[in-house]
């Protein structure tokens, strides 16, 4: 079992930045792939970014140029670094892992076994 904690969550203003970051416990892996996903009011659940286990990245287009994913083997933790933060980007933002050791990552929420509690980004002037 893997136990995902995010963190780093807020209001910010838009054109603010924000640093998430989600801590893993339990059986995990350096290798195993992670993303960021969000859920925004009203909407379906959308990839923002993902990261393989040798470090390739996904990210949705909307969020090019301004969001960073990296991963810190040593801590457990992945982070999300966001930039130029817009109202749309307002969602409640989830991490998730695939399965120990599975180091492809996946754009489809189905295929990621282990998932955070969420953590609320708010961008409201």
């Given amino acids: 079992q893997v136990q995902l904690v995010e963190s780093g969550g807020g209001l910010v203003q838009p054109g603010g930045s924000l640093r998430l970051a989600c801590t893993a416990s339990g059986r995990t892996s350096s290798r195993t792939a992670m993303a960021w996903f969000r859920q925004g009011p009203g909407k379906e659940r959308e990839i923002v970014t993902a990261i ?18 990296s991963r810190d083997n040593a801590k ?5 670094q966001m930039n130029s933060l817009k109202p749309e980007d307002m969602a409640v933002y989830y991490c998730a892992a695939r399965d120990y050791s599975n180091a492809f990552y996946s754009t489809r929420g189905r295929d990621y076994t282990y998932w955070g509690q969420g ?3 708010t961008v409201s002037s």
Wanted: no cysteine.
């Fill in 119 to 121: 953590t609320q980004v």
């Fill in 52 to 69: 393989s286990g040798i470090g390739s990245t996904y990210y949705t287009d909307s969020v090019k140029g301004r969001f960073t994913i």
């Fill in 76 to 80: 457990n933790t992945l982070y999300l």
